[in-house]
């Protein structure tokens, strides 16, 4: 029988099979070839009992992808939440889940809730600070329903992994999301203790017949430190096609005194906050220990 891995917790894997859910236990085969289940893996199950709905998990099926951060497997395409306001978005945090998801080379749109809170300048802050960032961005206000036929369209046809900060609205904006399969949803949520508010494990959950999200648990801080510096740039897209006026081979963008980087944040063609938190993340990176 093959179904899809959709929760993992305690060493209980959830496989739905045909919108029926079972609870099941990976083979000891798994352990010795270091091989772990993944949520959103495919895998193959023998069914213990029927009436209990028990299994075991006896063998994985290819992988597309295979995610380190969140631990996911068989995702398209990653979208981070912040909140225009209430919370204020950290931005440096921002940017260090976007070059997350794109050292693990997957696509991230940029989601920002609550609309609804704007007082008519945040939007424009936020799209003059992302709009050259090579990552697609929405703006949508969860408690109104504003902009989630634009949100849909992104995510139609894919399975995405959707994290964010606790606050920004995540929960009601997947509520929103998830539409008529709530029901179907909120059956197998009972059965594997989904918490109302609160995500502390990866869940994969059915927008439509071909639309899956990841919800993962929400996040405060984000390290980059497996990262090093000279690399950083290339993940500021908006900095590329002024490094060629940098006077000096191998540019920091920091303190050397002709540098098209900096030139451009000058005159505004870069956006300060973005070059902003290059800065902070260089200097991490800069007084890292090396082993």
């Known amino acids: 029988m093959q179904g899809k891995i959709v ?32 949520v959103g893996d495919d895998v193959l199950l023998e069914v213990l009992d029927e009436e209990k709905k028990t299994g075991n998990v006896t063998e994985l099926l290819p992988r597309k992808s295979e995610l380190i951060r969140p631990a996911v497997a068989n995702v398209d395409q990653g979208m981070v939440i912040f909140a225009m306001t209430s919370p204020s978005p950290n931005l440096n945090l921002l940017d260090r889940f976007l070059i997350m998801m794109d050292r693990q080379k997957l696509p991230c749109l940029i989601c920002f809730n609550k609309m609804d809170l704007d007082d008519g300048k945040l939007m424009e802050t936020y799209r003059s600070a992302y709009e050259k960032s090579g990552h697609p961005l929405l703006f949508v206000s969860a408690k109104e329903g504003t902009g989630l036929k634009e949100l849909r369209a992104f995510l ?67 390290e980059v430190m497996d990262l090093e510096k000279e690399e950083l740039a290339a993940y500021y897209e908006e900095f590329v096609p002024y490094e060629k006026f940098c006077r000096f081979g191998g540019c920091s963008h920091v303190t050397e005194p002709v540098c098209g980087i900096r030139q451009a944040v000058e005159t505004g063609e870069i956006p300060r906050i973005r070059y902003e938190n290059y800065c902070q993340l260089y200097g991490e990176l800069k007084s890292k220990r090396k082993y």
């Open 7 to 38: 929760k993992g917790i305690a060493g209980f894997y959830y496989v739905n099979v045909d919108g029926i859910l079972y609870e099941c236990k990976a083979k000891g085969v798994f352990r010795k070839d270091h091989r772990k289940p993944l």
């Open 156 to 222: 139609e046809g894919k399975t995405t992994t959707v994290a964010g900060p606790s606050g920004v609205g995540k929960s009601s904006l997947i509520n929103h999301l998830l539409g008529e399969m709530a029901m179907e949803t909120g059956s197998l949520s009972a059965k594997i203790d989904r918490g109302k508010h609160t995500t502390r494990h990866s869940e994969l959950l059915r927008i439509d017949q071909d639309s899956f999200i990841f919800d993962t648990p929400g996040f405060s801080s984000l």
